[in-house]
């Protein structure tokens, strides 16, 4: 994972994370955005499924003052504000084939238009998405456009889960007494101890270990 990490990270290449909840997805994203050409930009994380389908367009594209009723002032969306930076789109499969299709065109090049507007925006951000569903399952079933897929899933990267990696487990816990003893030696772990946090098949995963 870490050897893809380093050669997709120079490219613009969309990229696919799968793998379960707490396996470090967005940590792999983050890594990917920091060693490429982006780094100074921004890095703009968005959890598809917390958005409501009533908004999720205003929420991407934006809209203009008056464009609907409590809309105040002009609001850039999240294409916008990641314009030449990399926008992380977590849960991708939760969001609904209609806005597929136009998310699809906005990323392709053909620029969007924010609600209320009449000039079209063409803002190039990199796409790094993420998903613990099966999406090929969503496209079999009509969920999920085969176009928007194929556009996503350029590189796909699998995380594996912990309990199939259990040789990291020392390293990590070891990482995380470093990072959570402020002052003082690292705490000692009995080794009985730590044959129980290997034999434990860790559902959460690295996000459970670490809590």
């Not at 990229?15 to 997805?25: A, D, F, Q």
């Not at 990917?32 to 780094?39: N, Q, T, V, Y």
Request: charged share 25%.
């Amino acid at each position: 994972v870490y050897n893809l990490i380093l050669e997709v990270a120079s490219s613009d290449a969309s990229v696919l994370i799968h793998g379960e909840s707490g396996t470090g997805k967005e940590l792999t994203a983050k890594a990917i955005h920091h060693l490429g050409p982006r780094k100074e930009r921004a890095f703009l994380p968005v959890n598809c499924g917390g958005i409501p389908d009533t908004l999720i367009e205003s929420e991407f594209f934006g809209y203009k003052k008056g464009a609907f009723s409590g809309a105040h002032i002009d609001k850039a969306g999240f294409l916008e504000i990641a314009r030449n930076g990399t926008l992380f789109l977590d849960e991708i499969g939760e969001i609904n084939p209609g806005m597929q299709v136009k998310l699809l065109r906005a990323i392709d090049g053909d620029g969007f238009t924010p609600l209320g507007g009449s000039s079209v925006l063409k803002p190039r951000p990199r796409i790094i998405s993420a998903t613990n569903r099966d999406l090929e399952g969503l496209v079999q079933t009509g969920r999920m456009r085969p176009d928007f897929f194929y556009r996503i899933n350029v590189v796909p990267i699998h995380r594996p889960p912990l309990r199939e990696r259990k040789e990291d487990i020392p390293i990590l816990i070891l990482h995380f007494l470093k990072t959570f003893t402020k002052k003082g030696p690292l705490p000692h772990i009995p080794p009985d101890i730590m044959h129980a946090l290997e034999a434990y098949p860790w559902p959460g995963n690295v996000r459970e270990l670490q809590n």
